[in-house]
């Protein structure tokens, strides 16, 4: 199984941007989508974003469309959120996972998550 590892998280005021990490351990990646969601305080596990393990096909959250961008290096092992225009409402924990699905926006499709970074964004 892949182990997974966020990093990239912070404070960041209302309107900045932040970019997260995701280093793969294990396996490759390469034949693997991969998928990044987020977890406020009282809240359910959100999906944030995927992107196919071809790198064709990638979707967002509604949340989040326009202003996160998921990308990813094989030869890294490593894929990346890039987020921008941030809002106090997108605070939460970030997760990478990955799932042996195509494609997925269902957080019990995957299988493999990393521990987790802490987005807080200020108004």
């Known amino acids: 199984q892949v182990q997974l590892a966020e990093s990239g998280g912070g404070l960041a005021q209302a309107g900045g941007s932040l970019r997260l990490s995701c280093a793969a351990s294990?396996?490759?990646?390469?034949?693997?989508?991969m998928g990044w969601f987020r977890q406020a305080p009282g809240k359910e596990r959100e999906f944030v974003a995927f992107?196919?393990?071809?790198?064709?096909?990638?979707q967002y959250g509604d949340s989040v469309k326009g202003r996160f961008t998921m990308s990813r290096d094989d030869a890294k092992n490593m894929v990346y959120l890039q987020m921008s225009n941030l809002k106090p409402e997108d605070t939460a924990v970030y997760y990478c996972?990955?799932?042996?699905?195509?494609?997925?926006?269902?957080?019990?499709?995957?299988?493999?998550w990393g521990q987790g970074t802490q987005v807080t964004i200020s108004s």
């Open positions: 996972a990955a799932t042996t699905r195509a494609t997925t926006m269902k957080p019990a499709d995957f299988g493999s």
């Open positions: 294990g396996r490759t990646i390469r034949t693997t989508t």
């Open positions: 992107i196919s393990w071809w790198g064709g096909d990638t």
